[in-house]
């Protein structure tokens, strides 16, 4: 009989004796199809994760973080789910109307933004969050009519990696309290700005929900706005033992501080990232080699993979947690093994320790809730391709994303 997955995989797998499929496709048969390393996406999840954000902001804005998933497919499915998204350079705002998002359904972010990206950005329409001084003399340069928030840095710290920290002071983004009078100032009175509200954004993989109170609470002294942006940062689980609040927990937390701070009836907006798109993905590679180590406190098995930190720079960057599975033997007993990849640094672990079933070269290894910040952080260390992105749904796989070819490579030579 067909079980489910763990919870750590998308709602639309399965395991059947010990066989993963993602939206109705069989792990193994995707990598034979497409090669590994591969980014398989259940479609059905993605539209799932939207609709059930959408349905708990009620009346308020639900906007996609894309530098999440920057991907046209991904940015095509939120943008037919109705939700906005949010840019963070001429080249995401390119993605984004590709994917047919239009006019002020497009925010454009950006601590150090061009004045070509601020005019693309006001041609199109799109909402501007002002981050910094300089951001308003281009625009005064410009006299290009625009909507506009100011970013706020509001001076709390939550609990999370200090890479992923932003809204503390000290933070590179937005004003901070003291500043902000004289930008709002600025932007009431200059003409061709049309100016909405605040914005802030505190950090990202955040499970105590009280440092966004407290946000509120400091930007609530800048005076009354129409609309607040209050941004992104709800974390997901990587591994089993984390509980992040739900959807519902977050969002209805977010519009109990924002109605009691900020008052009734304002234009509230959301931006998640991660949390929309995580946990729809993942990512499949080959075992290439198997090699054990004898160390004076024990052996190490290290399970070689053909891809590593440059289709997931995560573990590196942020010793992020993951935990993986061969896709014919879910939830096989293991012996411990470290997942290491294919590149030329010690520090290119993949997953320090998990139980894997007699792993060999040739099987395929799964890790899951990689569907947010690992493809678009990818890169070509070791002159490693880009992997594909193939999105699963009842059964049918339907590339999106191909892989980059060695040609690809040559052609950043001039
Ligand atoms: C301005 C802004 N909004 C939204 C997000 C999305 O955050 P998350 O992916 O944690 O939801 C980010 C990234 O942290 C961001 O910088
Ligand atoms: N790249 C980070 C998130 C960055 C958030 C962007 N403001 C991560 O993988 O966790």
């Avoid at 706020?152 to 983004?173: E, M, Q, R, W």
């Avoid at 509230?268 to 180590?293: M, N, Q, W």
Wanted: net charge negative.
């Amino acid at each position: 009989m067909p079980t489910t997955a763990s919870h750590l995989y998308p709602q639309a797998s399965a395991v059947d004796d010990g066989r993963l499929t993602i939206g109705g496709c069989d792990a193994a048969e995707l990598a034979r199809e497409f090669g590994t390393p591969l980014y398989a996406i259940a479609e059905d999840d993605l539209r799932g994760r939207a609709r059930e954000f959408r349905a708990a902001m009620g009346d308020g804005e639900v906007i996609f973080a894309s530098k999440a998933f920057p991907c046209t497919a991904v940015l095509r499915v939120f943008e037919e789910e109705g939700l906005s998204v949010d840019v963070a350079s001429g080249g995401e705002l390119a993605l984004a109307r590709k994917a047919g998002f239009q006019g002020d359904r497009i925010l454009l972010h950006g601590n150090a933004k061009s004045a070509r990206e601020l005019e693309a950005a006001a041609d199109v329409g799109a909402r501007i969050v002002v981050d910094n001084f300089d951001d308003i003399d281009k625009l005064d340069a410009l006299g290009k009519p625009a909507g506009v928030l100011i970013r706020v840095t509001p001076g709390v710290v939550a609990d999370t990696h200090a890479a992923i920290l932003t809204g503390h002071a000290g933070s590179k983004f937005g004003f901070s309290l003291a500043q902000a009078p004289r930008a709002i100032e600025r932007l009431q009175n200059a003409a061709w700005a049309d100016l909405h509200g605040l914005h802030m954004h505190i950090g990202s993989q955040l499970f105590d929900l009280e440092p966004w109170r407290l946000a509120v609470e400091a930007i609530a002294t800048l005076g009354d706005f129409p609309a607040y942006d209050l941004g992104g940062g709800l974390a997901v689980a990587y591994t089993p033992d984390r509980r992040p609040p739900s959807v519902a927990e977050y969002v209805s937390a977010m519009i109990a501080s924002a109605t009691e701070l900020l008052g009734e009836g304002k234009r509230l907006s959301i931006e998640p990232g991660r949390s929309l798109t995580a946990s729809s993905g993942v990512t499949l590679y080959t075992v290439e080699s198997v090699k054990d180590v004898d160390l004076p406190d024990g052996n190490v098995r290290f399970v070689g993979v053909d891809g590593g930190m440059s289709d997931n720079l995560r573990p590196m960057l942020y010793d992020a947690p993951y935990q993986a599975d061969l896709v014919d033997r879910v939830g096989a007993t293991g012996t411990p093994c470290t997942v290491v990849g294919k590149h030329c640094e010690s520090g290119d672990v993949l997953i320090r320790e998990i139980a894997l079933h007699e792993p060999k070269p040739g099987d395929v290894l799964v890790t899951p809730v990689t569907g947010a910040y690992v493809y678009a952080m990818a890169n070509n260390y070791n002159g490693v391709p880009r992997p594909p992105v193939v999105f699963c749904k009842d059964g049918d796989a339907r590339l999106v994303v191909r892989r980059e070819t060695f040609e690809d490579l040559h052609g950043r030579d001039v």
